[in-house]
């Protein structure tokens, strides 16, 4: 399974980026393997409409079924809940490791649209 954390960097030190459209990109994480890749999202963050949708096509386009977050606005949720993409929210300034740990072990509450 592919995870998605927003992020300020392509490091498991980086901090997650509480934002989600407009986050510099975005730490996929494959659970089963742990290979890492990243996602640059610059397009979307001076975008003046629609860095939410955007980035949420490129996480469905990516393959990813979870992506953990600070927060996910309503147009932006659809289209992940659409593509059957899973969003942990509310995650706060933590390390992707520590989010990633905290997914690991069931400790993220799901977020519903």
């Known amino acids: 399974m592919k995870v998605a954390f927003t992020a300020y960097g392509n490091s498991w030190n980086e901090q997650i980026d509480i934002r989600f459209g407009r986050a510099k990109g975005f730490f996929i994480v494959d ?46 949720g659809s289209v992940l809940k659409t593509a059957g993409v899973k ?13 990633y740990d905290k997914f690991k072990k069931g400790l993220l509450i799901e977020q519903d649209y």
């Open 31 to 76: 659970s089963e393997t742990e290979e890492t890749e990243y996602l640059d999202n610059r397009v979307n963050l001076e975008a003046q409409h629609g860095a939410g949708t955007s980035s949420a096509q490129m996480i469905a386009n990516a393959g990813v079924s979870a992506l953990v977050t600070g927060k996910v606005g309503p147009k932006a």
């Open 87 to 99: 969003v942990y929210g509310g995650i706060g300034y933590a390390s992707i490791k520590e989010a």
